[in-house]
Nanobody
Framework: QVQLVESGGGLVQAGGSLRLSCTVSGRTFSNFAMGWFRQAPGKERELVGTIDWSGSQPLHSDSVKGRFTISRDNAQNTVYLQMNSLQPVGPAVYYC??????????????WGQGPQVPVSS
């Protein structure tokens, strides 16, 4: 059984930084691509960043490019999302996901629970 356990969420001030972690167990971590998605209240889930199995091809959405960085450590079975210059977009939930490399959520089979990241203005 594959499990994705996120950590690192919490309240942060606008302009601040936060790093999310997601540790995977139950399957060989380096077999699949990983992604981070976020969902704000009343909005659709959107991709924030995705990274291939080797970590050599990170991609970020235009809305976070230059501020957020996705990375992975295959030895630790962990994917990270470093978030800088956070904007007060409301209490978005951030999900990590494992599956096939790409932008669409239906390419990902495994999902974490999603830590909330409320950003105060």
């Amino acid at each position: 059984q594959v499990q994705l356990v996120e950590s690192g969420g919490g309240l942060v001030q606008a302009g601040g930084s936060l790093r999310l972690s997601c540790t995977v167990s139950g399957r060989t971590f380096s077999n699949f691509a990983m992604g981070w998605f976020r969902q704000a209240p009343g909005k659709e889930r959107e991709l924030v960043g995705t990274i291939d199995w080797s970590g050599s091809q990170p991609l970020h959405s235009d809305s976070v490019k230059g501020r957020f960085t996705i990375s992975r450590d295959n030895a630790q079975n962990t994917v990270y999302l470093q978030m800088n210059s956070l904007q007060p977009v409301g209490p978005a939930v951030y999900y990590c996901a494992g599956g096939y490399y790409g932008y669409m959520s239906d390419r990902y089979t495994y999902w974490g629970q999603g830590p909330q990241v409320p950003v105060s203005s």
